[in-house]
């Protein structure tokens, strides 16, 4: 894996959240491709929960500035780094006061999901793509963990399917099991629609539950990786039936090499 290089875009990693299945894949992922030479960029939200002074997190004036537009309101982006210690990566952070200065991740202290999660990952996915873009950094690979992310698919292979930089780029998937029950706002389909995609597209999104925004991702991705070893029968079939190529579960002893020989294989 030698130079090649792969962006990891999840809705959360260790250190800077809980572990929790999610957060440990998407820093142990990473760390295994860095150790074999490649090149590799996380992105992740930056939640209020955050401690931004004890992990160094501090603001890319550069790449800060632009507006995003989210269902027809201009959204500010503000772009945040750190570096996971001693291990030389660096963690980019989407961050806007609006959307992630809230001192939790999805939902309120009564564990109730935050009405606006779906704007999050409608403007989690545009942030990530702008600041690559900015960065003029060309991933051969991105690589998908959890449902605040699972946007990003839909929004590269419709809503910036023309960008000569990512003409060569495979997405894949990893897809978890539930983590979260009920449904993000019953709009989210028509805020999607406004940036021009398809109805037809994202059909599964008229009930935007967790299953639905992991099989609307899995729909746009090139592979996809079962990361859990308990996944629903229901996405299992799914997945089965994409006719996408797709990697069994691994388990932490063994995914190393199974992840590698899968990613060469997209390459």
Same mark, same amino acid.
């Given at each position: 894996?030698?130079?090649?290089?792969?962006?990891?875009?999840?809705?959360?990693?260790?250190?800077?959240?809980?572990?929790?299945?999610?957060?440990?894949?998407?820093?142990?992922?990473?760390?295994?491709?860095?150790?074999?030479?490649?090149?590799?960029?996380?992105?992740?939200?930056?939640?209020?929960?955050?401690?931004?002074?004890?992990?160094?997190?501090?603001?890319?004036?550069?790449?800060?500035?632009?507006?995003?537009?989210?269902? =027809? @309101?201009? !959204?500010?982006?503000? &772009? #945040?780094?750190?570096? %996971? $210690?001693?291990?030389? +990566?660096?963690?980019?952070?989407?961050?806007?006061?609006?959307?992630?200065?809230?001192?939790?991740?999805?939902?309120?202290?009564?564990?109730?999901?935050?009405?606006?999660?779906?704007?999050?990952?409608?403007?989690?996915?545009?942030?990530?793509?702008?600041?690559?873009?900015?960065?003029?950094?060309?991933?051969?690979?991105?690589?998908?963990?959890?449902?605040?992310?699972?946007?990003?698919?839909?929004?590269?292979?419709?809503?910036?399917?023309?960008?000569?930089?990512?003409?060569?780029?495979?997405?894949?998937?990893?897809?978890?099991?539930?983590?979260?029950?009920?449904?993000? =706002? @019953?709009? !989210?389909?028509?805020? &999607? #629609?406004?940036?021009? %995609? $398809?109805?037809?597209? +994202?059909?599964?999104?008229?009930?935007?539950?967790?299953?639905?925004?992991?099989?609307?991702?899995?729909?746009?991705?090139?592979?996809?990786?079962?990361?859990?070893?308990?996944?629903?029968?229901?996405?299992?079939?799914?997945?089965?039936?994409?006719?996408?190529?797709?990697?069994?579960?691994?388990?932490?002893?063994?995914?190393?090499?199974?992840?590698?020989?899968?990613?060469?294989?997209?390459?």
């Amino acid at each position: 894996m030698e130079d090649k290089r792969i962006l990891y875009v999840s809705s959360e990693v260790v250190p800077y959240l809980a572990e929790n299945e999610v957060s440990l894949m998407s820093y142990d992922v990473p760390k295994m491709i860095n150790d074999q030479g490649g090149q590799i960029r996380i992105f992740m939200p930056r939640y209020g929960n955050i401690n931004e002074r004890r992990h160094q997190l501090h603001e890319v004036i550069r790449l800060s500035g632009m507006n995003l537009v989210v269902n =027809d @309101v201009d !959204m500010p982006l503000i &772009i #945040k780094v750190a570096s %996971i $210690p001693k291990e030389r +990566i660096q963690v980019y952070f989407i961050d806007n006061d609006e959307y992630f200065k809230r001192k939790a991740t999805f939902s309120d202290e009564d564990g109730v999901l935050y009405p606006d999660n779906d704007e999050r990952a409608i403007f989690f996915a545009k942030g990530v793509v702008e600041t690559v873009k900015k960065l003029n950094w060309v991933p051969d690979i991105i690589h998908v963990h959890g449902w605040m992310a699972s946007m990003l698919p839909v929004y590269m292979k419709h809503f910036y399917k023309d960008e000569a930089l990512f003409s060569q780029t495979k997405i894949v998937t990893s897809v978890y099991g539930q983590s979260f029950d009920g449904a993000l =706002d @019953v709009e !989210m389909i028509n805020k &999607i #629609k406004f940036d021009g %995609i $398809p109805v037809a597209a +994202i059909s599964d999104l008229e009930v935007p539950n967790y299953e639905n925004l992991i099989k609307t991702s899995i729909s746009h991705s090139d592979a996809v990786i079962i990361a859990s070893e308990n996944l629903s029968p229901s996405l299992t079939k799914f997945i089965e039936s994409s006719e996408k190529p797709f990697l069994p579960f691994a388990s932490k002893e063994g995914f190393a090499e199974a992840y590698t020989t899968f990613y060469k294989k997209m390459l």
